[in-house]
């Protein structure tokens, strides 16, 4: 069941998000933003990984953050490994034109270490995940180091999420949404290349 149960959850995160409901009805508290999570060709980890983006909708070239990421599953937990990499404004618009993926360079790849997601299926084709224990993916802001708390619940229809920083020595809220999380709706599914064939991790 673990190839399936994979492909289900890869299928449910390949999309391209849409907050505009959520920006059109409280336009003072929430931008209009996109998020992409794509499928990466399967050559670049000989094994499922997806890159993603996030940008406000009326600057689509200049995402404010961007990821590559591996999936792997161990004891019923869908890990979504994050990665570091160079060049991100060449691969800048790629959620949308994947093309422009032929311009990463997998040498570059750096494992950002304490930064996974660790997914569970709380209901089917739904699931609920957060950053992986030990409050050790640091993120620097504004000069200092914070910890990054992540939580995110996703489905076949929609994406929820919230970011906040948090201090080190005081785990006082440091930076991150005031008026709560991000509520994004699926505008379109981009899961076509998402197979078994895809899962399979080269045998080592």
């Known amino acids: 069941m673990e190839?399936?149960?994979?492909?289900?959850?890869?299928?449910?995160?390949?999309g391209i998000y849409?907050?505009?409901?959520q920006s059109q009805e409280r336009p003072k508290d929430f931008a209009r933003i996109?998020?992409?999570?794509?499928?990466?060709?399967?050559?670049?980890?000989?094994?499922?990984?997806?890159?993603s983006e996030q940008y406000?909708?009326?600057?689509?070239?200049?995402?404010?953050r961007q990821g590559i990421h591996r999936l792997a599953y161990k004891d019923n937990i869908f890990i979504v490994e994050n990665f570091d990499f160079d060049?991100?404004?060449?691969?800048?618009?790629?959620?949308?034109?994947p093309e422009l993926l032929d311009s990463l360079d997998v040498k570059t790849?750096?494992?950002?270490?304490?930064?996974?997601?660790?997914?569970?299926?709380?209901?089917?084709n739904h699931f609920m995940g957060g950053v992986e224990p030990g409050n050790e993916c640091l993120v620097p802001r504004d000069g200092e180091l914070t910890y990054l708390v992540s939580e995110v619940e996703v489905n076949q229809h929609s994406w929820v999420s919230r970011d906040r920083g948090f201090?080190?020595?005081?785990?006082q809220v440091k930076w991150g949404s005031e008026h709560g999380p991000l509520k994004f709706q699926r505008i379109e599914?981009?899961?076509?290349?998402?197979t078994s064939m895809w899962i399979e991790e080269e045998k080592q």
């Open 3 to 14: 190839n399936k149960d994979k492909i289900r959850f890869a299928k449910t995160l390949s």
């Open 18 to 21: 849409d907050n505009f409901a």
């Open 34 to 51: 996109n998020i992409v999570f794509r499928p990466l060709p399967w050559a670049i980890f000989k094994g499922p990984g997806f890159y």
């Open 56 to 64: 406000y909708d009326y600057s689509p070239w200049n995402p404010y």
């Open 87 to 97: 060049n991100k404004a060449r691969l800048a618009g790629s959620g949308r034109n």
């Open 109 to 124: 790849l750096k494992k950002r270490c304490g930064c996974s997601m660790h997914f569970i299926e709380t209901t089917p």
């Open 167 to 171: 201090d080190p020595k005081t785990n």
């Open 189 to 194: 599914d981009i899961s076509d290349i998402v």
